[in-house]
């Protein structure tokens, strides 16, 4: 193979805050003093055994960190390697960052060859279509399937902490027609958006991006994105996909901040890619596509719910169950709504559960087959207490969340932050060790929320008071509401709220919500005295200066408090 290598220099000063290990004495640097470009190089060698992969080191005569661009694919290390299958003139970067800042060498490496075995691999042709695919291979987001994104703790697959249920970005408006094409010719990334991009919250600053609009917990974006690159790479037996971006940022539909646009391949077959990167944020980001237009093999089957003739027991199973050539269920999980969840291997078994309180329940059927995972919700209406159940404290208030020793439920944060810190200022009425924190940053509506598990509503008919000890500035506004979030998002038009005006600067105070002759938003004049009284509403919702949207609004919160939820025990108030 015929190499050129055509060498130039540039120089940047950049300050940098360390060294990857100390300097020798004889290399040492003047304090704020740039390395001297006579002073930093790398070489760029053949490798004996693929003559296509190249090794770039860094030789240097000074101490620092080394990290790369190679032809649009960024890496870190005094020694890293790349493979140029087709030819080209590829620029190589070297920034050797050192405690007085950083100095920057740039060559061309040329290649004449054209590596036709790679090219013709199974991993390029499953992912572009192929040589003969001219206008590439479409993918989509694999939106009817669990997990087709999924979030998790950095060096997982991304699914722990978060995994998409089918179709659950879907009120974002944007996102699911957006398709992305690999072409083997010329080796281009085509995104096509619409003219919109579905972007993580913390990347909706990006100066590429306008008109911000916050969907869900993350935001639509104005953006035009540019036709890029890619590259596929076999590291020590794992494959990676690089997009190399032409001008601006390049995602494969969903932009985390994908750290150095590189994506380990999880699965990469016919009909299925998988892909799992580090974003900005440190965590582990999934996503999941098929190609543009297929339609994938799928379980069929139908839920069955059945009153067994003992007292509250239903049993439920799947039936009607049509399962395609070379596709298994692996297992059935049955999620009563009540905190019983049960299983089993064997798909034509019905599991059973015995209700002891009166309440709808939410059950989940999930179908966990060899392709995919499948759930389907149903209702399971128990219109009777069991006959060995017994009422507790029907009148009595209890607290539900102290952030010290009691946590009957969460408190949680939308659009705010809620966190859980050392009491300000330890004096009675509040001596408790640990108190919340609300905080909310240009956000109207941000609030704290506390929602009952399912099956399990507010009791108004008996007490109708809520209980919140508030610690902040004089004259915020603490706004206490009760929704049902089985509305959605029209959660609101039946709520009913309460406000608390902050009597003094840093004095723990106990606002009391007393909600009888509280009106809804519907127009209900007296909740407490109406059929919102009772199994109804089942979210808390607090908010600071609700209607603000502009600067950043702190208080601490503790003891929240109120009636007895039916089946539920707790510290008595």
């Known amino acids: 193979m015929k190499n050129i290598l055509k060498t130039g220099f540039m120089i940047t000063l950049a300050s940098l805050l360390f060294f990857a290990c100390d300097p020798q004495e004889d290399d040492a640097l003047d304090i704020g003093k740039a390395p001297d470009e006579s002073q930093v190089d790398f070489t760029i060698t053949q ?88 206008e590439g291979k479409t993918w989509v987001l694999d939106s009817l399937a669990a997990g087709h994104l999924g979030v998790g703790p950095a060096g997982s697959e991304g699914l722990e902490w978060w995994a998409a249920v089918p179709l659950a970005k879907q009120g974002t408006g944007v996102l699911y027609d957006d398709r992305m094409t690999f072409k083997l010719i010329g080796f281009e990334f085509i995104y096509e958006n619409h003219g919109e991009s579905y972007v993580k919250d913390f990347r909706s600053d990006n100066p590429a991006y306008t008109n911000p609009e916050q969907r869900d917990a993350d ?144 059950v989940n059927i999930t179908v966990v087959a060899s392709n995919e995972t499948l759930t389907s919700p149903t209702t399971i209406n ?30 949680e944060g939308q659009d705010c932050g809620v966190t859980i810190e050392s009491n300000p200022d330890r004096v009675y009425p509040n001596k408790s060790s640990m108190v919340a924190k609300y905080s909310k940053t240009d956000q109207q509506w941000a609030n704290a929320y506390m929602q009952l598990p399912a099956g399990y509503r507010f009791d108004l008919r008996q007490r109708s008071t809520f209980k919140v000890m508030v610690y902040g500035e004089a004259g915020q506004e603490i706004l206490l509401k009760l929704e049902n979030t089985d509305l959605g998002g029209n959660a609101w038009t039946t709520g009913v709220e309460l406000r608390y005006t ?8 106990v606002v009391e919500y007393d909600f009888a002759g509280a009106g809804a938003a519907d127009g209900t004049p007296d909740v407490t005295n109406s059929p919102y009284n009772n199994g109804y509403y089942n979210v808390i919702r607090i908010m600071c200066n609700p209607g603000v949207g502009e600067g950043t609004h702190e208080f601490y919160f503790d003891e929240l408090s109120g009636p007895h939820i039916e089946g539920i025990k707790s510290a008595q108030l």
């Open 502 to 509: 902050i009597q003094e600067s840093n004095i723990w105070e």
């Open 382 to 411: 128990v219109e009777q207490n069991h006959p060995d159940y017994e009422p507790f404290l029907l009148d009595a208030m209890i607290v539900y969340n102290d952030f010290s020793e009691i946590m009957t439920f969460p408190v």
């Open 47 to 134: 490798d004996s055994q693929d003559e296509f992969k190249y090794i770039f080191e860094n030789t240097s005569s000074v101490t620092g960190v080394a990290s790369w661009n190679i032809a649009g694919t960024r890496k870190v290390g005094n020694k890293v390697t790349q493979r140029f299958p087709l030819p080209g003139d590829h620029q190589i970067t070297l920034n050797l960052a050192t405690q007085g800042g950083s100095t920057t060498v740039t060559k061309v490496l040329t290649t004449e060859e054209t590596d036709y075995a790679f090219l013709a691999s199974e991993e390029l042709t499953l992912l572009s279509g192929g040589a003969d695919a001219l």
């Open 219 to 362: 935001y639509k974006v104005d953006f035009d994105p540019q036709p890029a690159s890619w590259n596929l790479e076999e590291i020590d037996g794992t494959w990676y996909l690089t997009l190399v971006p032409t001008d601006g940022p390049i995602f494969p539909i969903f932009d985390v901040g994908a750290v150095g646009n590189k994506y380990q391949v999880l699965t990469l077959q016919e009909n299925k890619l998988e892909l799992v990167a580090e974003g900005e944020d440190g965590n582990a980001w999934h996503y999941k596509f098929i190609p543009e237009g297929y339609v994938k093999p799928q379980v069929e089957y139908e839920v069955e719910v059945t009153e067994t003739g003992n007292t509250n027991e239903y049993s439920v199973g799947i039936t009607n169950v049509t399962i395609p050539d070379g596709i298994s269920i692996n297992k059935v999980i049955v999620d009563f709504g009540n905190g019983t969840v049960l299983e089993t291997t064997d798909y034509t078994e019905a599991l059973t559960e015995t209700y002891m309180r009166a309440a709808p329940y939410t």
